[in-house]
Structure formats: C-alpha cells, structure tokens
C-alpha cells in the first residue's frame, strides 16, 4: 500500500499505521498524494483492530479518493481572489 503513496507522505501514513499497531484509538485522517501522474490525492483513514480479533493484521485501512474535491476548493479560491480584484 505505501508503495503508492508519494514518497513525501509516507511517513505520515506509516506513523499512523504504527499508532493503530500500538493498539491506540482516535487516529486522525492522513490526506495523501499517490504516485503517479495526474496526480490523485487520498484522505486514508486508520483504526486499530480490536486485541481479541487480531490475527495478523493491526489495523484497518480505508480511502477515499479527494482529487476532485480538492480541484473544487483550488478552483473557489481562485475565483475569491478573482472577485477581490474585480
């Protein structure tokens, strides 16, 4: 999984994959870019599995794509900053 996380975010999501391992709660969202180009960005979102149904595996891991909403937000801001000039 991390080998599609750019490089520059995979300390963050490693750091988060590592709390859950630790059996800790309320891990934040880690918002990341993916190699590749164009590039994607990814809110990933890390909880730790319950000590009693631990197998092999520490932690859950999902993500949700936010290309798109972070195109948007670029895209509101630059019309703001449009409208203060005009």
Known sequence: MLSVVAERDRASLEAAIRKAAEGQGDIAPVE???TGTPERWVNF?????????????AAIVYALDTTKQRE??????????????G
Do not use: G, I
Not at 45 to 57: G, I
Not at 72 to 85: G, H, N, P, R, W
């Open 45 to 57: 979102f890390v909880s730790a599995v319950e000590d009693e149904e631990r197998d092999s595996e």
């Open 32 to 34: 990341a870019a993916l």
């Open 72 to 85: 948007l937000e670029q895209q509101f801001t630059q019309s703001q900053k449009m409208e203060t000039v």
